[in-house]
């Protein structure tokens, strides 16, 4: 269980720091807000995991990242058209 706990809050780290940085460049400033928060938690959690991580679970913290990220890339457009009603 502990490969998946890592793997999401990597995922979730990555995934909110892209979407954060397209918020930014973007003007979104409540999605920023918001994203802050969960990057804070995200964080957190992950943090919190990593220092007890056997080289398995880092190979499952590092796969969280690259998944991460590309799903942000692919989700926010999307989300932003929607909450802009486009």
Do not use: D
Not at 9 to 22: D, E, P, R
Not at 35 to 42: E, H, L, V
Not at 58 to 83: Q, S
């Amino acid at each position: 269980m502990s490969h998946l706990y890592l793997f999401a809050s990597a995922f979730a780290t990555v995934f909110l720091l892209g979407f954060q940085q397209k918020n930014v460049h973007g003007n979104h400033y409540l999605a920023a807000i918001v994203t802050s928060i969960g990057i804070g938690a995200a964080q957190i959690f992950l943090w919190r995991l990593v220092p007890q991580a056997n080289a398995s679970e880092i190979v499952a913290t590092l796969c969280g990242g690259p998944a991460g990220i590309c799903a942000a890339m692919w989700l926010h457009p999307k989300f932003i058209k929607r909450m802009e009603g486009k």
